[in-house]
């Protein structure tokens, strides 16, 4: 068995340090994909609420526009 020199305990220890390290990204990685997912949740929720607030403005147009014109109509 050959003995194991400087330069393969120096690599080993990179190796070590290297995989310390990508633990701790996977570990943020996981975190801001949490976070993006409860951005997209809060996002899609404020889309929806647009949405029905559209609606809502365009109904109210609406019945006040048969509401002027029936009047007109029936007034005359």
Known sequence: MTPITDDELNVQQQLKQVLIE?????EE????????????QKFDSHQKATQWVVQLAFS????ATVTVIVSTVLGK
């Open 60 to 63: 109210l147009i609406a019945a």
């Open 29 to 40: 990685v996981e975190v801001f994909n949490q976070k993006v997912e409860g951005f997209n």
């Open 22 to 26: 990508i633990r701790s990204l996977k």
